[in-house]
């Protein structure tokens, strides 16, 4: 009875071992398959880090970019200066989307080469319009202007673009021409006496001047190149404080409304630019026009009253205004109207490229980083041989685009809507991009030969490819820290059960020994 029980306790000990082995074995395997997937993750995240994504950078600066997309392609607005940047295929058709596919239908129904003609093109603009590319208005104002059949092929090609000026004197050289530089002066007293009663004043650079005599003329590009600054001096005897003031400042606004409009003139390059410059105009109006004056704290002499004034004027982006002794005194209000222009400058092309820059407008010119303080700014000027109408521009956008289209034909492919197939059809050599060149013609080339188009890295790919590594990595190393303990108890229960198999085992042996001894 001894025996059997024995033996029968040596197979389910023998039992359990084995089961127990064969658990170690499978989390063994388990283990080697979480290294395997930790490999995997960690060899993703690695590539994720390298990925990259196309932008349209339209201005070249690197800094105003936007995620590429057929619309930005294919759509005629200031992004692409009003000229398609034809997805193309290897043989040079265009590939095109449902909307502009179904125009397409009315003058190529297989996709094939036609020749073009101009009651072909406005069959086209009609499509265009009854697809819902275009409005009807739109549509009916393009058909009106002349069909150029060399448009994108061969013509000369619309100049759309504005002049560039590199630093603050050749700004002050393109202000200088315009018709109405010379500053209008409100109407009173102006004076060069530090003494005289009520009365303008202007000094430049630290000077007094009389603007009102010819050879001493105040403009608008002496704002430019020179410190000047627009004082008025309270007369001798009882007065209005507030209403001198304010009567200063409507003059002060005046010269601001007329200073706005000849940079409207040279500057308003398109209706994005004009717009900038209208806010601009507003801020400088919000922030310093309608703001309150900085004001010494001690009351001084009338000529150092308005030295005070002068002096604050220069440092601060804002009015200054010196008050004397007495009843009787010569209090000054005065403003820098070259800070005031440079406030103004600084407004508009944050507005126009973004609040991003380093450009700032400030309460004192020393914590302030005007446009005008950096010599390798550049200036869009309005080009007088430019074409500024929309209508034009547009109508020559698409003229291009139906030339394109019957020279070279057109093929559909929906997918080209969404970004990532089309970046992946331009990097894998799929499709191609067709742009207008300076000879009036177009030519096809890989997507890193256009200037317009950057390769940047990918940060939200690879913030995205982090968050999910991190998670899955979490989650392996959880369960390997499990597999770990499972491990760890099944070989500390191996070691018992064959610690106790030995046992059993050399008992049997010796009640064996014991059986065969007896009989014997």
């Known amino acids: 009875m001894g025996l059997a029980a024995s033996q029968a306790r040596f197979l389910a000990i023998t039992s359990r071992k084995s089961y127990c082995e064969f658990q170690s074995m499978q989390i063994a395997q388990d283990k080697l398959s979480v290294t395997r997937e930790l490999s995997e993750i960690s060899s993703d995240y690695q590539n994720a880090l390298n990925k990259t994504k196309l932008v349209w950078d339209y201005d070249g600066s690197g800094e105003n970019t936007y995620n590429l997309s057929y ?13 398609p940047y034809l997805i ?19 003058i190529s129904p297989n996709g094939t080469t036609v020749n073009t003609s ?9 499509a265009l319009a009854k697809n819902g590319v275009i409005p009807e208005s739109t549509a009916a104002t393009i058909k009106q202007q002349d069909y150029n059949s060399k448009a994108g092929y061969g013509g000369d090609p619309l100049n759309k673009n504005g002049a560039l000026v590199n630093n603050i004197a050749g700004l002050a050289y393109q202000v200088e021409r315009a018709d109405n530089n010379k500053i209008t002066l409100p109407d009173g007293t102006f004076s060069t006496s530090t003494t005289a009663g009520s009365s303008y004043k202007v000094k430049v ?5 009389d603007p009102t005599t010819e050879d001493s003329e105040l403009t608008i590009s002496d704002l430019l190149t020179n410190d000047v600054v627009f004082m008025y001096t309270f007369g001798d005897g009882d007065y209005d404080k507030t209403t001198e003031k304010a009567t200063f400042k409507e003059s002060v606004n005046a010269m601001m409304q007329q200073i706005h409009s000849v940079f409207s003139e040279i500057l308003g390059t398109d209706a994005l630019a004009t717009s900038a410059l209208n806010t601009a105009l507003s801020l400088v109006q919000q922030n310093i026009l309608n703001n309150a004056e900085h004001e010494s704290d001690t009351k ?18 804002q009015y200054a205004y010196g008050d004397t002794n007495g009843k009787k005194h010569n209090s000054t209000i005065a403003i820098s109207l ?4 440079s406030s103004y400058l600084t407004y508009f092309e944050l507005c126009y490229n973004g609040f991003e820059s380093n450009y700032n407008v400030g309460g004192t010119v020393d914590n302030s980083y005007f446009v005008t303080d950096d010599p390798y700014y550049n200036y869009v000027m309005k080009d007088n041989d430019s074409v500024d109408s929309v209508t034009i521009m547009q109508a020559d956008f698409y003229m291009q685009l139906y030339n394109n289209i019957c020279a070279n034909g057109w093929t559909q492919n929906n997918n080209v809507e969404d970004d990532k197939y089309l970046e992946n059809a331009l990097k894998n050599g799929t499709y191609f991009i067709t742009s207008l060149n300076g000879d009036g013609y177009f030519y096809q080339g890989r997507y890193n ?14 913030a995205q490819a982090e968050a999910e590594f991190t998670s899955k990595k979490s989650k392996l190393t959880y369960k390997e820290e499990q597999l770990d303990l499972e491990m760890q108890n099944l070989d500390a229960e191996i070691s018992s059960l064959t610690t106790e198999y030995d046992s059993v085992k050399n008992l049997i042996s010796k009640n064996v020994e014991k059986v065969f001894t007896l009989f014997q």
Request: glycine residues 4%; aromatic residues 8%; charged residues 20%.
């Open 71 to 83: 619309g930005v392609l294919m759509t005629p607005t200031d992004l692409n200066n009003y000229n």
């Open 88 to 106: 193309t295929t290897r043989t040079g058709s265009v590939v095109l989307n449902s909307q502009l596919a179904a125009a397409a239908k009315v």
């Open 118 to 126: 101009e009651t072909g093109f406005k069959q086209f603009i009609d």
């Open 205 to 209: 650079n630290g000077n007094f001047v």
């Open 300 to 317: 001084r002499s009338t000529e150092n009253a308005l030295n005070n004034a002068y002096n604050d004027a220069s440092k601060y982006n």
């Open 338 to 341: 070259s800070n005031l222009v």
């Open 449 to 462: 030969e256009e200037d317009c188009i950057i390769e940047i890295k990918d940060e939200d790919a690879i």
